[in-house]
């Protein structure tokens, strides 16, 4: 009975990693064929027959074709948050943390580009799971709103302390506004997408920087009244004052 027990435990991680490769090689193969066949075109079937493995597998690992974008969202989002380590842990300049936190997302991206807009067609629909601010998509978020929480934080710059705990979410807005730039950007390696980040880091972290001025304290909480009650998720976090937007 202890050597079957033991069996069972060694052969954990061996059961683990088949089924992260499997999980992975459904996930690539869907990425190619909405590539190739665009989004809408792909079914839960070709992508299984592709992968080499049966529907009903294919379902075990993804329950449906939006959960196969979300695999994909969350996979940029642990990409990214490695790919902006050294920045994060470097350079304390606002300015050069906000440029490396963004160009690092469009360097993790760029494989992609050629069928971002498959996915964004889809996105832009308020109601779909795919919606970067549906319920469906929260880990991703939250995911890319902690890197520029950390971005804010470790920075030489401290922002307004009323201001401080929506600026990271603000953050995230600026960089799916980006991401919509990038998306339609066909300049040769998405350059214009690239530059537009080089003009608006300064511009974001000198924002940051002026919002501690006295003077500047009445715009201030006119800004945090409008992101309490505008910003998606940040309704019950306004309501008990300042504090970390819900996701």
């Not at 991206?109 to 998509?137: I, V, W």
Request: aromatic letters at 8%; glycine letters at 6%; proline letters at 6%.
């Amino acid at each position: 009975m202890v050597k079957e027990e033991k069996n069972v435990q060694e052969n954990r991680p061996a059961r683990a990693a088949k089924s992260e490769q499997t999980r992975t090689l459904i996930l690539e193969t869907a990425l190619r064929l909405f590539a190739e066949r665009g989004y809408d075109r792909t079914t839960m079937r070709a992508i299984a027959q592709e992968a080499g493995v049966s529907v009903g597998n294919a379902y075990y690992y993804f329950s449906s074709k939006e959960h196969l974008v979300q695999g994909f969202y969350d996979r940029i989002a642990g990409e990214h948050a490695t790919a902006v380590r050294p920045v994060l842990e470097g350079d304390r300049d606002l300015t050069a943390r906000i440029r490396g936190v963004l160009l690092g997302w469009l360097e993790v991206a760029e494989p992609y580009h050629r069928f971002a807009a498959q996915f964004f067609k889809n996105a832009a629909d308020p109601d779909s799971p795919l919606s970067p601010f549906s319920e469906d998509s929260s880990a991703a978020r939250e995911a890319a709103i902690s890197i520029h929480e950390r971005c804010l934080t470790g920075a030489d710059i401290k922002s307004d302390p009323e201001l401080a705990p929506l600026l990271p979410q603000l953050m995230w807005l600026m960089q799916m506004g980006l991401v919509l730039y990038w998306v339609y950007d066909r300049s040769e390696g998405a350059e214009r997408s690239r530059r537009l980040v080089e003009r608006t880091a300064p511009i974001a972290a000198r924002a940051v920087a002026l919002s501690r001025f006295r003077v500047l304290r009445p715009l201030v909480r006119q800004v945090h009244g409008l992101l309490v009650e505008f910003l998606p998720g940040t309704a019950t976090a306004g309501a008990r004052g300042p504090g970390r937007p819900v996701g």
